[in-house]
């Protein structure tokens, strides 16, 4: 989960967080509505907006489901929502249609809120109930078609992934397309948005939005490159099988004099008093501790839960893995039938990406 995010709950098997952030965007939004429409039906207006945001995302992730790719969570943060897959469509029409349920999950509700609007007497239904329906609808058609801007990592970057890679086949020469596509498409925004600052029309938005989408193309067309080089190899061929244990009472100064026990994986399973894995415990921690604080501190002081750390099995693609990965600590425990047998550390996972990278 990001950090500084609050987990809303799990709803239809899917993990929600929402970001400090949004709280920030929720303020903002209401007080800009509140001037207009009071604050009973800004609140009912934000309240839909964040919704509409998690039935676009949804759409993504039961899309996804239907063709066998789970979703990890949904993420709601200040520049909209993410819905974070397990592992890489299965193929080029599996790709066209989880990219587009979003955007079309978004038309959809542009057109209900559009029918409530109407249906209640159009020009009748007035007030500031009827302003904030109205709003819904216009904002929910453009963040439809805003999301099918083509260029990664908007939905029509993967769309045009999806069309490149079924034309010639190759899922990661597509995706460099469409990160190149983004690319141009986020220096226009930006273009557009400093233009429309330098006329004092606004436009600081629409800058920060032209660098997000800059930024995350980038990582899309080295992912990409990545991806491609290390196409073939498994979880399996980079795990260190055999991971040493201890219990959650050893401490920090006891495992290093041990050192020989972490192995070339420089890592520690911290079991609980059943001999269950609990938490893991990297080399790097331990000789981040103080000297004099090392006899004091114990393992489960220090060990980061299992549940935290990215979890794949031995046959599974390495490419498919690299998406899960929390920058903060890149490890990966390695699974076979519920039974944890192996860990790739940060250390060999980059020994690995190393070569790749040049």
């Known amino acids: 989960m990001q950090r500084g995010s609050l987990r809303l709950g799990t709803w239809l098997g899917i993990r929600v967080n929402v970001h400090w952030s949004v709280a920030v965007v929720a303020v903002f939004l209401g007080?800009?509505?509140?001037?207009?429409?009071?604050?009973?039906?800004?609140?009912?207006?934000?309240?839909?907006?964040?919704?509409?945001?998690l039935v676009h995302e949804f759409a993504h992730a039961l899309t996804a489901r239907h063709y066998d790719v789970e979703t990890e969570s949904i993420q709601l943060?200040?520049?909209?929502?993410?819905?974070?897959?397990?592992?890489?469509?299965?193929?080029?029409?599996?790709?066209?249609?989880?990219?587009?349920?979003?955007?079309?999950?978004?038309?959809?509700?542009?057109?209900?809120?559009?029918?409530?609007?109407?249906?209640?007497?159009?020009r009748e239904f007035d007030g500031p109930i009827a302003a904030i329906v109205v709003w819904l609808a216009i904002v929910n058609a453009i963040l439809a078609?805003?999301?099918?801007?083509?260029?990664?990592?908007?939905?029509?970057?993967?769309?045009?992934?999806?069309?490149?890679?079924?034309?010639?086949?190759?899922?990661?020469?597509?995706?460099?397309?469409?990160?190149?596509?983004g690319t141009a498409l986020a220096w226009l925004l930006t273009g557009v948005g400093f233009l429309m600052l330098?006329?004092?029309?606004?436009?600081?938005?629409?800058?920060?939005?032209?660098?997000?989408?800059?930024?995350?193309?980038q990582v899309e067309i080295r992912a990409a490159e990545l991806g491609e080089r290390l196409e073939?190899?498994?979880?399996?061929?980079?795990?260190?099988?055999?991971?040493?244990?201890?219990?959650?009472?050893m401490d920090a100064d006891s495992m290093l004099w041990q050192r020989a026990r972490l192995g070339n994986v420089g890592g520690v399973v911290v079991t609980d008093a059943t001999g269950g894995p609990q938490g893991l415990v990297l080399e790097d921690q331990l000789w981040n501790v103080p000297a004099e604080e090392r006899p004091w501190v114990l393992l489960s002081q220090l060990m980061v839960p299992l549940d935290g750390i990215t979890?794949?099995?031995?046959?599974?693609?390495?490419?498919?893995?690299?998406?899960?990965?929390?920058p903060r600590r890149p490890a990966v425990t390695v699974w076979r039938d519920e039974r944890?047998?192996?860990?790739i550390s940060p250390e060999r996972l980059l020994d690995r990406l190393r070569p790749a990278q040049r």
């Open 311 to 326: 979890r794949a099995s031995p046959d599974e693609p390495i490419t498919s893995v690299l998406p899960r990965l929390d």
């Open 198 to 217: 330098v006329r004092s029309d606004g436009g600081l938005w629409m800058m920060v939005i032209g660098l997000f989408v800059l930024v995350n193309a």
């Open 340 to 343: 944890m047998v192996g860990l």
């Open 31 to 53: 007080s800009s509505l509140a001037g207009a429409v009071g604050w009973t039906a800004a609140t009912i207006g934000v309240v839909g907006f964040l919704v509409s945001i």
């Open 77 to 122: 943060w200040a520049l909209g929502g993410i819905a974070r897959l397990k592992s890489e469509s299965p193929s080029a029409r599996a790709e066209g249609w989880i990219a587009a349920a979003g955007p079309l999950a978004s038309f959809g509700l542009a057109f209900v809120f559009a029918g409530v609007w109407w249906s209640a007497g159009a």
């Open 232 to 249: 073939g190899i498994t979880v399996g061929d980079l795990t260190w099988y055999g991971v040493a244990q201890a219990g959650p009472d």
């Open 145 to 181: 078609a805003f999301n099918l801007l083509p260029g990664a990592p908007l939905d029509g970057g993967r769309i045009v992934k999806a069309v490149r890679w079924s034309q010639h086949g190759s899922r990661y020469r597509a995706a460099r397309e469409a990160g190149r596509a």
